[in-house]
C-alpha cells in the first residue's frame, strides 16, 4: 500500500490517484492534469515508486489530421496530456486524451460535451480556455488553451502558507476565474489545487471546467463526483454540486495558500465528511498572523450550510484584504482597454504603411487575446472600450449627478410637505433616519454595483439629507446656525468620497470645509461667519492648508491629490488676485495701494513657482494654473497701468504682443519637455 | 475601510443630532431669559400660502421696518420702504461694535464699498411696545401734520399727503412695535442695562451699514439691525390656532392679481388677529409657548404684556 504524499491517506495499489484528495500518484506529479507543465518529465517514476507507463503518442503523430504531437506533458487525472500544434489554427494547444471509458458510455459522454460546450463560452484571463472536442480513432480528445507554468500545489511554499502579498493576488485571481465561469452557470465540481495553473508571469488560471465527468470517468467513480479533499459536505453526501460546492473548495485552496497546510483531510471519505461537519478549522490557529479579514472568509467558505457561505466568488474576492480598492483596479482597466485601443489602430497604421508584417494567425491570436481581455474588463469593472462609450459615460455621470440632486429636492419637498403635520420628536427621528438609512443604502449599492453611477447617486443623496438633517433640526428648534453645520457636513461628505472613493463629494466636502476654516477665521475678526466669502483673505488660509495637504497626504483614491492640488490653488491663487487688484478686499489694517502692491508680488512669486513646480515634477495642472495666474496678474497691472493714458489700440496691441510673446514662450518650452520624453522612452 | 466609514457617517449623524438636540434642551432648560405676549403686528404669517409647505412658522418683526406687506406694496408702487432711523446706533456704538467709523467725506467710494459688505453680529435689545415706539408714532404724525400744512400752502399734492395718512394708520395698527434700542456685544451686560424681562427682550442680530446720502449734506454711514432668528416655528398643537389666518392665495395668485393693478392701493389696516407668547431661552433663542386667537368682537388692540 502506498501513501498520498499530500495527504498521507493509504492509496491502494493500481489505482492512479489518491481517493481522498485526488493527488495523482503513478505520473509526474505537475502533470496531474489537463494542461501540465510541459517542463515535466514525462517517464519519471512517481513517488509512489510505480514507473510510469510510456506515452502512448510518439512526437510527431497527427491526430484527426490537424493536431501534431510535439511532446508528452504528463498524465493526469483524464489521462495523457500531449502538447500539440493546432496545424489548421497555428497554435500551440494542449491535447487531452480522453479516456476510453467515457467513449464506451454515450450517456455519459454527451453528458460530458454539453459541459464542455457551456466551458467553451467561459473567456477570462483567469480561466483556461476550452478550444475543441475531436474524434480521432475512436477516441475523443479534447483541445484546451497551452499554459507553460505549473500548478498551484507545486509553487514554493513556506511555513504559514505563500507569502501574503503573492497569496492575496492569486486568491483574488483564482475568485475572478470561478466568478467568470459561473456567471457563465458553469459550475467546476472538482476544483482543487493541480487545477490551478500559474504560468510564468504569474498569471493564475483554473483549468477543467466541466471536467469532472471525464475525472470521474478516470477514477472509475459515478456520475461527476469531484476529489473528495475538495469536497464540499454535500457533494461527499452524494448530492448535486452547485456553485456554493466551488466557493467551498475554494475556502479550502485559500486555507492552503494561506497556512500551507490542507484544512480537514481524512483517510476516508466518511472521516473526511464527519471533520467537514464540524465548525470551520480556522487559519489562524495555523497561521497566527493572517490578517483577520482573511480568516473572516476563509471560514464564510467554509460553512457546511451551503446558504451560509458568501454568495459569489466576487463576494470573496472583495472581502479579501484591500478589496475594497475597487476604483483603482477600476482606473488601472480603464487605462488598459485605453492602450489596446491604442495598440489597434497603430498596429492598424503601420500594417498600412507595410512595416509591420502579421501573419493572420498572429494576428487572430492578439485579437482574441485582447477580445478577451476588454470583454474580462467590461465584465469585471465595466469599463468602456470605444470613445463613444466614454462619451456615454461621461453623460451617465452627469445624468446619475442630475438623479442625485432630483432625489435630494425630492426628499427636500416631502420633507416640507409633512413639515407641519408632525411632532417635533418625529421631525428629529425622521432627519436622523434618513441619512443613516442613505449611508446603509449606499453601502449595500457599493458592494454590489460594478459602475459606481448608482452609488455615487446615493452618497449625494446621502449627503443632501445630512445637510437637511443639520439645517432642519436648527429651524425646528430656532436655533442660532453655527460653522459646526459646515463642519458636519464637509466632514460627511468627506468620510463618504473617502468610503466610496468618489471623487465630486470630496471636493464639496473639502469646499465645505474650507468654508468652516474661513468662517472660523471671519468670527475671529469678528464678522458675520456666513459672509466669509466676502472676505478673500478667509478663503486664503484654508486654501493654503489644502495646497499645503496636497504635498504630504497621498490618498490612495485615484485623483484625489489632484482634487487636494487643484481645490488648494484655486482658493489660494483666486484672492491673491482679488487682493493684488482690490486691497479693500483685505482685512489687513494697511492703506489698499500697499495691500495690493503685496498681493502683486506675491501672486507673481507664486505663479512662477508654481509654473516652476509644475514643470519640474511634470504636473501639467500646476505648471498651467501657475501660467494662468501669471498672465491674470499681468493683464491687470497693464489695465493699472496703461488703460487710463494710453490710446485704446495701443493697449490692445501691447496685450496681444504679449501674448504671442507668451505662446512662443510657451511653445518652446513644451517642445523641450517633449523632446525630453521623447528621448527618455528611446 | 468602508465599513469603518459606514459607523463613523452614522456616528457623525448621531453626533450631531444628539448635539443640536441638547443645545435645544439647554435653551429651554429652567426659567425662560423673558417672556413676551406679542401680536400678529410683531409676529407676523407669511403673505402667501406655500402649496408645498405645511410647516408654519411666525416672523418676528423689527419695528424699524414696515411690515412686510406694506414692504412689498411699496416696492410695487417704486418707492423705497422707509426705515426709522436708530439714532442710538452712532459712531461711538458703531466703533464699540467693531466697525470703522474714522471715515474722512472723500472716501465717499471706500465708505459705501465698506456699508455695503461689512456686518458684525451682536446682541440687539428690542422693546415692546415702549418710549422708543412712541416716539416714532410721534414723528411720523409730526411729518404728516407739516405735510398737510404744505398742502394748504401748495407746496405738496394731496396724493402725498393721502400716501402718509395711509402709511401712519397702518403704523398705528400693523407696524411692529418692539423697536431695537441697543445692541453690543454681551448679552447679560445688555440684560442689566434693561432689566425688565416683559418689556425688553435680548435677541441674536445683526449689524449692518449703509451709506446714507441726505439731500445738501455729506454721506454718512449708519447702522440697520437685522434679526438673526426671525423665523419662529410654531409647534404642532398651537398651529390649528393660527389655521384660520393663513393667506388663501400663492404667491402666483398674489403676483397675478396685483399685475393687474397699475398703482397697487396701500393695504386696508387690520387690527391683530391673535396674541402669541413667546420665550427667550438661556441661549437667548425663542421658541412659540402659546397662541391665543383675538376675539373678533373685542374693538381695542391686544395689550403686549
Not at chain 1, 124 to 135: F, L, T, W
Not at chain 2, 109 to 131: I, K, N, S, T, W
Not at chain 2, 208 to 219: N, T, W
Request: proline fraction near 6%; include cysteine.
Amino acid at each position: 500500500m502506498r501513501r498520498c504524499r499530500r495527504c498521507s491517506a493509504e492509496v491502494p495499489a493500481g489505482l492512479p490517484a489518491c481517493p481522498a484528495c485526488g493527488e495523482t500518484m503513478a505520473a509526474p506529479a505537475a502533470a496531474t492534469e489537463v494542461v501540465a507543465d510541459h517542463g515535466a518529465a514525462p517517464d519519471a517514476a512517481g513517488p509512489g515508486g510505480v514507473a510510469a507507463p510510456p506515452p502512448s503518442l510518439p512526437n510527431g503523430t497527427v491526430l484527426a489530421e490537424r493536431f501534431r504531437v510535439l511532446a508528452f506533458a504528463g498524465r493526469g487525472g483524464m489521462g495523457e496530456v500531449y502538447r500539440a500544434a493546432d496545424v489548421k489554427l497555428d497554435q500551440v494547444v494542449a491535447l487531452k486524451c480522453l479516456p476510453e471509458a467515457l467513449s464506451r458510455d454515450p450517456e455519459r459522454l454527451a453528458r460530458l460535451l454539453q459541459e464542455v460546450r457551456i466551458a467553451r463560452r467561459v473567456s477570462h484571463p483567469n480561466v483556461c480556455r476550452v478550444y475543441d472536442v475531436a474524434e480521432a480513432d475512436g477516441r475523443h480528445l479534447l483541445t484546451m488553451e497551452w499554459i507553460s507554468g505549473t500548478d498551484l500545489s507545486m509553487l514554493p511554499r513556506r511555513p504559514g502558507g505563500l507569502d501574503p502579498e503573492r497569496a492575496v493576488d492569486l486568491a483574488r485571481q483564482i475568485c475572478a476565474g470561478l466568478a467568470a465561469a459561473h456567471d457563465q452557470g458553469v459550475i467546476h465540481r472538482d476544483l482543487k489545487p493541480s487545477n490551478v495553473m500559474v504560468d510564468e508571469r504569474g498569471v493564475a488560471r483554473v483549468t477543467d471546467f466541466g471536467l469532472a465527468e471525464a475525472a470521474t470517468a478516470v477514477r472509475g467513480g459515478r456520475a461527476a463526483e469531484g476529489t473528495p479533499a475538495y469536497m464540499s459536505p454535500e457533494q461527499l453526501r452524494g448530492h448535486e454540486a452547485t456553485g456554493a460546492s466551488d466557493i467551498y473548495a475554494l475556502g479550502l485552496i485559500l486555507f492552503e495558500l494561506f497556512t500551507g497546510e490542507q484544512a480537514g483531510g481524512g483517510s476516508s471519505r466518511e472521516e473526511i465528511l464527519a471533520r467537514r461537519s464540524e465548525h470551520p478549522p480556522s487559519p489562524r490557529a495555523i497561521a497566527p498572523g493572517l490578517h483577520p479579514a482573511i480568516e473572516r472568509i476563509v471560514v464564510r467558505c467554509l460553512q457546511a450550510d451551503p446558504s451560509r457561505r458568501p454568495p459569489s466568488a466576487r463576494e470573496v474576492a472583495a472581502a479579501l484584504p484591500g478589496g475594497e480598492r475597487r476604483s483603482d483596479a477600476l482606473a488601472a482597466a480603464q487605462q488598459r482597454a485605453d492602450r489596446i485601443a491604442a495598440f489597434r489602430d497603430e498596429l492598424a497604421e503601420l500594417r498600412r504603411a507595410g512595416l509591420v508584417e502579421l501573419r493572420e494567425g498572429e494576428l487572430a491570436q492578439i485579437d482574441a487575446f485582447h477580445g478577451r481581455v476588454l470583454r474580462d474588463l467590461v465584465e469585471r469593472y465595466d469599463v468602456d472600450t470605444s470613445d463613444r462609450g466614454k462619451q456615454l459615460s461621461l453623460g451617465l455621470r452627469l445624468v446619475s449627478l442630475v438623479g442625485a440632486l432630483a432625489f435630494a429636492a425630492s426628499a427636500f419637498f416631502l420633507l416640507y410637505r409633512i413639515w407641519g403635520l408632525i411632532t417635533p420628536a418625529a421631525r428629529v427621528a425622521i432627519l436622523a433616519v434618513a441619512p443613516i438609512a442613505s449611508v446603509a443604502a449606499t453601502a449595500v449599492i457599493g458592494a454590489r454595483e460594478r459602475s459606481r453611477y448608482f452609488t455615487a447617486m446615493a452618497a449625494m443623496f446621502a449627503f443632501a439629507c445630512m445637510t437637511l438633517n443639520v439645517t432642519l433640526l436648527g429651524v425646528t428648534f430656532s436655533l442660532q446656525s453655527t460653522p459646526l453645520t459646515l463642519l458636519g457636513c464637509g466632514l460627511f461628505a468627506t468620510l463618504l468620497a473617502y468610503g466610496w472613493r468618489l471623487k465630486l463629494l470630496l471636493t464639496t466636502g473639502l469646499l465645505a470645509l474650507a468654508w468652516f476654516g474661513a468662517a472660523l477665521i471671519q468670527q475671529a475678526a469678528g464678522g458675520y461667519w456666513a459672509e466669509a466669502l466676502a472676505y478673500p483673505e478667509s478663503v486664503l488660509i484654508p486654501g493654503a492648508v489644502l495646497l499645503a495637504l496636497s504635498f504630504v497626504h497621498r490618498p490612495a483614491a485615484p485623483g484625489f491629490s489632484l482634487i487636494y492640488r487643484l481645490l488648494g490653488m484655486v482658493l489660494v491663487l483666486v484672492p491673491m488676485v482679488l487682493l493684488a487688484h482690490w486691497g479693500w478686499f483685505s482685512y489687513l489694517p494697511l492703506g489698499e495701494r500697499t495691500i495690493e502692491v503685496a498681493y502683486q508680488v506675491l501672486g507673481f512669486g507664486a505663479s512662477a513657482a508654481a509654473i516652476w513646480l509644475g514643470v519640474r515634477d511634470r504636473a501639467r495642472e500646476v505648471a498651467y494654473f501657475g501660467a494662468v495666474l501669471f498672465i491674470v496678474l499681468l493683464y491687470l497691472k497693464f489695465v493699472d497701468w496703461m488703460w487710463d493714458w494710453m490710446p485704446k489700440y495701443l493697449f490692445f496691441l501691447i496685450v496681444a504682443a504679449v501674448a504671442t510673446g507668451a505662446v512662443v514662450a510657451l511653445n518652446r518650452l513644451r517642445a523641450a519637455l517633449d523632446s525630453t520624453r521623447a528621448g527618455s522612452s528611446q | 475601510m468602508r465599513r469603518r466609514a459606514v459607523w463613523l457617517l452614522i456616528g457623525l449623524v448621531v453626533v450631531a443630532d444628539v448635539a443640536i438636540v441638547a443645545l435645544a434642551a439647554l435653551n429651554r432648560s429652567g426659567a425662560p431669559e423673558c417672556v413676551l405676549t406679542l401680536t400678529e403686528r410683531e409676529l407676523s404669517l407669511p403673505i402667501y400660502r406655500d402649496e408645498d409647505s405645511t410647516g408654519l412658522a411666525v416672523t418676528l418683526a423689527n419695528a424699524s421696518m414696515p411690515p412686510p406687506v406694506v414692504r412689498r406694496t411699496a416696492w410695487r408702487r417704486g418707492t423705497p420702504p422707509r426705515r426709522a432711523e436708530l439714532t442710538w446706533l452712532d459712531d461711538a456704538r458703531l466703533a464699540a461694535l467693531g466697525f470703522r467709523t474714522d471715515w474722512s467725506d472723500s472716501d465717499t467710494a471706500a465708505m459705501e464699498r465698506y456699508a455695503g459688505r461689512v456686518a458684525r453680529p451682536a446682541f440687539v435689545v428690542l422693546e415692546q411696545d415702549g418710549a422708543a415706539f412712541t416716539r416714532f408714532l410721534a414723528g411720523r404724525e409730526a411729518e404728516l401734520a407739516q405735510a398737510r400744512a404744505r398742502l394748504v400752502a401748495g407746496a405738496v399734492d394731496a396724493a402725498e399727503v393721502a400716501d402718509l395718512e395711509a402709511l401712519l394708520a397702518i403704523d398705528r395698527t400693523m407696524r411692529s412695535r418692539l423697536f431695537p434700542v441697543d445692541a453690543g456685544r454681551d448679552p447679560r451686560a445688555l440684560r442689566a442695562r434693561y432689566p425688565d424681562r416683559g418689556r425688553y427682550c435680548v435677541v441674536p442680530g445683526l449689524i449692518r451699514l449703509e451709506l446714507d446720502r441726505p439731500s445738501g449734506q455729506e454721506p454718512r454711514i449708519r447702522g440697520r439691525v437685522e434679526l438673526l432668528l426671525a423665523d419662529i416655528d410654531v409647534p404642532l398643537r398651537l398651529r390649528s390656532r393660527l389655521a384660520g389666518f393663513l393667506p388663501g392665495e400663492t404667491a402666483d395668485e398674489g403676483i397675478a392679481r396685483e399685475r393687474k393693478q397699475e398703482k397697487p392701493p396701500w393695504p386696508t389696516p387690520v387690527q391683530p388677529r391673535y396674541l402669541v407668547k413667546l420665550a427667550f431661552g438661556r441661549s437667548y433663542e425663542p421658541w412659540v409657548v402659546d397662541v391665543t386667537p383675538v376675539d373678533a368682537s373685542g374693538s381695542s388692540d391686544p395689550v403686549s404684556h
